[in-house]
């Protein structure tokens, strides 16, 4: 069974680092990841795309972190992250990991439709 396991939230002030890290397992290795994001969740808001990462390494962002997040992701670790500079207090919401084995067009790298394999989301929040 897949499973994706957030780590490294917290709280920060603005300004502020920090790192989040996804693990995945219960799969084949020798299967790879066609895509892999971040999202996430504000109170009384939806889940939207923060960052994704497709097979070949390329990487969206979402308009309000772009130059101050960025994504990775270890294979050998099986581990994908998420370098998060300059926080702000709209940073604040849970951080959800997403993974697809599909390959599916580079447009829909941040739409939750795309990935069908979710962690259980870590907490992140900034104070001004």
């Known amino acids: 069974q897949v499973q994706l396991v957030e780590s490294g939230g917290g709280s920060v002030q603005a300004g502020g680092s920090l790192r989040l890290s996804c693990a995945a397992s219960?799969?084949?290795?020798?299967?790879?990841?066609?895509?892999m994001g971040w999202f996430r969740q504000a109170p009384g808001k939806e889940r939207g795309g923060v960052a994704a990462?497709?097979?070949?390494?390329?990487?969206s962002y979402a308009d309000s972190v772009k130059g101050r997040f960025t994504i990775s992701q270890d294979n050998a670790k099986n581990t994908l992250y998420l370098q998060m500079n300059s926080l702000k207090p709209e940073d604040t919401a849970i951080y959800y990991c997403a993974a697809d084995f599909r390959r599916r067009p580079p447009v829909w790298a941040l739409e939750t439709t795309r990935y069908n394999y979710w962690g259980q989301g870590t907490q992140v929040t900034v104070s001004s």
């Open positions: 990462i497709d097979s070949e390494g390329s990487t």
């Open positions: 219960g799969y084949s290795y020798s299967i790879y990841w066609m895509g």
